[in-house]
């Protein structure tokens, strides 16, 4: 991403909007804003009511201790909050996971919460919008809300495990599929093995 596409905050540093929903995987989200605190950009959460309840199925971590990670947290129902305007200038927006009730919510427009509303935002004013989708098998009417959302500039990024980084662990695995995501950002995390630097033939070697 150039340098005039970003968008900062009045504090000089980079904003993302962050979504949490319901599907499993919440470990992904929680990357994420691991990652960009890391980094040093802003995140602005949103978790729906579900990946609460994930949350609680796959973690040992309350809520609050997961709004600790980000720096501004909105209610999931709060569509007056300041991601569900254009106005409000963001680098774009990472659902991680992204659940198949809100990639139909943000492909049909028929925005009932606020990340599916934040994710119609940042459509609209050509921003970045990525959708780490966490579904599987996916039947026709998922491929081709896919489809229309892709007509729509989103970019659909599945967790997919990069078996050729020779993960040693599951974390490694989610780090990987996690800064790959952030790649699309112009975000450079340090905990993603890259072909050619890292593994690969032409990677240096000890």
């Known amino acids: 991403m150039s340098e005039t596409a970003i968008e900062r905050s009045s504090n000089g540093r980079n904003r993302l909007v962050v979504g949490i929903t319901g599907a499993s995987g919440v470990i992904y989200g929680l990357r994420v804003l691991d990652a960009c605190r890391a980094l040093g950009v802003e995140t602005h959460l949103v978790m729906s009511r579900a990946a609460a309840l994930t949350l609680a199925q796959e973690t040992d971590l309350t809520l609050a201790q997961t709004h600790e990670r980000a720096d501004v947290v909105y209610k999931p129902a709060d569509i007056g909050a300041a991601p569900a305007s254009g106005s409000f200038r963001t680098l774009g927006m990472i659902i991680a996971p992204c659940s198949v009730r809100t990639m139909g919510e943000i492909a049909t427009g028929v ?51 990069a078996f050729y980084a020779r993960p040693q662990s599951l974390e490694e695995m989610v780090d990987q599929s996690v800064g790959r995501a952030l790649d699309l950002f112009g975000l450079d995390w340090s905990a993603v093995r890259r072909w050619g630097r890292d593994v690969g033939p032409s990677a240096p070697q000890d």
């Open 111 to 161: 925005t009932a919460s606020l990340i599916s509303r934040a994710a119609d935002v940042t459509l609209k004013e050509r921003r970045r919008l990525v959708l780490m989708v966490r579904e599987t098998p996916l039947h026709l009417g998922h491929l081709r809300t896919m489809a229309s959302l892709a007509e729509m500039g989103a970019v659909i990024a599945p967790p997919v495990p």
